[in-house]
């Protein structure tokens, strides 16, 4: 009687297994590559087409040419909005500061 009980128990584990990886193959969405594939067509076009207002700056960039958020700040992903500041001390291969010398760190809150 308890291999019965034992074997049922691991049939519906096994099945309870098998439901839950069907279910989250099913959350899956598709549409979102079409709608960036016809985004990508569409940027091919407006590189394709002659640039009439090249000087006019765009409602969403700095005059600099760098793109802004909605709100009006730089967008720190790109390249021209961040801010690069030289290191005072010692550096690491990669050039960012080394932050185990004092020149590098920033100064402790007086209190």
Excluded: C, H, W
């Amino acid at each position: 009687m308890k291999k019965i009980i034992a074997l049922f128990t691991v049939l519906a584990f096994m099945l309870n297994m098998a439901i839950a990886q069907e279910g989250s193959k099913a959350k899956v969405q598709e549409p979102k590559k079409e709608v960036k594939k016809e985004q990508e067509a569409k940027a091919k076009k407006d590189e394709k087409a002659p640039k009439a207002d090249a000087g006019r700056v765009e409602k969403n960039e700095s005059p600099a040419g760098a793109p802004l958020k909605k709100d009006g700040t730089p967008d720190k992903r790109y390249k021209e909005n961040k801010e690069v500041k030289p290191a005072a001390g010692p550096t690491k291969k990669d050039g960012t500061p080394d932050m185990r010398y004092k020149e590098n760190q920033a100064p402790a809150p007086k209190k």
